[in-house]
């Protein structure tokens, strides 16, 4: 099946920073999001992202389809920000079928103060 | 608020027992899709239905099956429970077969 892998596993960073995290995927697909999980377990969709880039607040999101990448951005970090981002991906090709999605094992970002 | 509900929150049982995890999609949703997370597997796509009927399937149990109902909700039922059948199971559901997926907030299963 399709694999996803993310990039840093692991991330710490002060107040106002900026971060990119990174999602590289195996095969082509037609489904892409960008969630947030937070402390509460809270699985927060961020972006919708096949191809393209989107934008919203501080939040903005690149994928780069013909290269299986994607990126996403985050701007003036908060510690509202802290937990794990994950990137998810649909895939004609993958075993669970066109529109059940496969994971990534996420990166956990902490925002200190 | 994602739109998606999850019932129950919390869930505590013992091995071998059996369980009914529920969701009601989105107002408008046709498609429910059931996920597990585990420290061990991460999150794990299991089933999809769309409009009633089972449409992919991906890393389920045969201890465990799923349905959805006329109204669209639907329950995923676990049984023989075992210990690593603990997790959080996460509905979520979209528009059509495909699209954006919105996520409810997770029933915690503890299985003792």
């Known amino acids: 099946g399709i694999q996803v892998e993310q990039s840093p596993p692991d991330l710490i960073l002060q107040e106002g920073a900026n971060s990119t995290l990174r999602c590289n995927f195996s095969?082509?697909?037609?489904?892409l999001q960008w969630f947030h999980q937070n402390p509460w377990g809270q699985l927060i969709n961020l972006f919708y992202?096949?191809?393209g880039t989107k934008q919203n607040g501080r939040l903005s999101a690149t994928t780069v389809a013909t290269e299986r990448y994607s990126l996403l951005y985050i701007s003036s970090s908060q510690t509202t920000d802290s937990g794990v981002y994950f990137c998810?991906?649909?895939?004609?090709?993958?075993?669970?079928?066109?529109?059940?999605?496969?994971f990534g094992k996420g990166t956990h970002l902490i925002i200190q103060p | 608020d994602s739109g998606v509900t999850q019932t129950p929150k919390h869930l505590i049982t013992a091995t071998g027992q059996r369980v009914t995890l529920r969701c009601s999609p989105r107002?408008?949703?046709?498609?429910v899709y059931w996920y597990q997370q585990s420290l061990d597997q991460g999150l794990q796509f299991l089933i999809q239905?769309?409009?009633?009927?089972?449409?992919a399937k991906g890393n389920i149990l045969e201890r465990f099956s799923a349905q959805q109902f006329p109204d669209l909700h639907s329950e995923l039922n676990l049984s023989s429970l075992e210990l690593g059948d603990s997790a959080l199971y996460f509905c979520?559901?979209?528009?059509?077969?495909?699209?954006?997926?919105?996520f409810g907030p997770g029933t915690r299963l503890l299985v003792l």
């Open positions: 239905y769309y409009n009633g009927e089972e449409r």
């Open positions: 107002s408008g949703d046709l498609s």
């Open positions: 095969d082509s697909v037609n489904n």
């Open positions: 998810a991906v649909g895939s004609p090709n993958s075993g669970g079928g066109a529109d059940g999605l496969t």
């Open positions: 992202i096949p191809s």
């Open positions: 979520a559901s979209s528009e059509l077969a495909w699209g954006t997926q919105y």
